[in-house]
């Protein structure tokens, strides 16, 4: 009876095999480390030229003017890269099986995220701390916690509306858990979106399909939360807007 050939990968040893996989395991955390820095690094330039862009087309009186029209394109196309690159590092950095906890205040988090991210093209969006934000301590992964608020706030200005004129920040704590919010006067969303809106690649019906985005942003705020013995939620306003919750075990 004919025997079938043993491809390459049958022909090897149990210790060449292990050898190559700890060897791909390397060259994944290189990988990382380099998407990591660079992606950084990429990100931050393209909210500065992005800045540059939108004042250049803010100045013209005429928005029908071609040089008015190639600013805002390069603003928009510039956001969406920035954008791109936001959930792909947010991903990364948040899908890691064990991630580093430490001590910090949830107004450092606020206070980077108006300076160094909003201050320049909020468009007169005003982003709130109640008064239960300045004295709420958290453990958790610093750089983490900071890229999964960044990303409810960047969703808030992607998918808010004309119409939306804040962002608010807010904390408790339950015996269990910290729970920080995020909600915004935005544009309502549906309730059937709500159910599903943090499974990967989940972007909700009530967004825009000319909206950039990965549909890995909210997976990650999820799987961030399940890292840390919690979870997320999301519910919508009254009338507008939506709340986000984020719950975080206070046993770490």
Not at 4 to 32: F, N, Y
Not at 239 to 249: A, L
Request: glycine fraction near 6%; hydrophobic fraction near 35%.
């Amino acid at each position: 009876m004919h025997q079938k050939k043993k491809t390459k990968l049958e022909k090897k040893t149990k210790p060449e095999l292990i050898g190559e996989i700890q060897q791909l395991r390397k060259r994944v955390k290189i990988l990382e480390r380099i998407i990591m820095f660079n992606g950084h690094e990429l990100k931050h330039s393209s909210i500065e030229i992005y800045a540059h862009a939108w004042a250049l087309f803010r100045s013209y009186k005429n928005p029908e003017n071609p040089k008015a029209a190639k600013a805002y394109r390069i603003s928009f196309l510039l956001r969406r890269q920035e954008q791109l690159i936001e959930d792909l590092l947010t991903y990364l950095l948040t899908s890691k099986p064990k991630l580093k906890v430490e001590e910090f205040q949830f107004k450092e988090i606020v206070d980077s995220i108006k300076e160094l991210y909003y201050q320049k093209f909020s468009g007169g969006v005003q982003l709130i701390a109640d008064d239960s934000v300045l004295n709420a301590t958290i453990v958790a992964n610093k750089l983490g916690f900071l890229s999964i608020v960044l990303n409810l706030t960047r969703n808030a200005f992607r998918h808010g509306g004309e119409n939306m004129t804040r962002i608010k920040y807010s904390y408790r704590k339950t015996r269990k858990f910290h729970v920080v919010s995020v909600s915004n006067n935005g544009d309502p969303v549906k309730e059937e979106d709500c159910e599903n809106i943090f499974n990967m690649f989940e972007r909700g019906d009530s967004v825009s399909r000319d909206k950039v985005g990965l549909g890995v942003g909210l997976a990650s705020v999820k799987a961030f939360c399940k890292q840390h013995g919690g979870d997320a939620c999301c519910k919508p306003g009254k009338r507008r807007g939506v709340t986000f919750d984020i719950k975080i075990s206070r046993s770490l």
